[in-house]
């Protein structure tokens, strides 16, 4: 079974790129975001929390990449926003901190963000843990729909 969930996953995430939603509000970290990530994903840019908000809730991306330092905004809070409201608690969030001494971090977590990176990032990096971002979203939804198949299937 899990062999069958391993090809079908493969053939699915490969179908249609991932929307990823980048909240951030400095634009050479935006560049810097985009040059990385728009080559295999479909990529929204909300630069300050209201305007992130509002997208993250309309457009349903697979993720969510939110700069740790929005002028004016507590980072944190936000992250909670998302995740207690109906239409984003589901969405994923990775956080780019400025530095490994934010204290913030046990707090980020306590409001269940998935991801968490310190400047200065490597492209690698970053493509490596949105990747698995996405795809721990999308395995239960793919297993669900191979469960239901079956069912029908025996039917």
């Not at 634009?27 to 305007?51: H, M, S, T």
Request: charged share 30%.
């Amino acid at each position: 079974m899990w062999w069958r969930i391993n090809k079908i996953f493969s053939r699915n995430m490969n179908a249609v790129k991932s929307k990823i939603l980048i909240v951030e509000d400095n634009i050479p970290n935006q560049i810097f975001l985009r040059k990385i990530l728009e080559r295999d994903f479909n990529l929204l840019v909300g630069e300050d929390k209201n305007a992130g908000f509002q997208m993250a809730s309309e457009a349903k991306p697979d993720l969510v990449i939110l700069s740790c330092r929005l002028s004016g905004e507590k980072t944190v809070e936000y992250c909670g926003q998302l995740k207690n409201e109906t239409k984003t608690k589901n969405i994923p969030i990775l956080v780019i901190a400025e530095n490994e001494g934010d204290s913030n971090v046990a707090e980020y977590y306590l409001q269940h963000i998935d991801g968490y990176l310190v400047k200065p990032i490597l492209g690698r990096d970053l493509l490596k843990q949105v990747k698995f971002l996405i795809k721990e979203k999308k395995i239960p939804e793919i297993v669900g729909g191979i469960i239901s198949k079956t069912k029908r299937d025996k039917e």
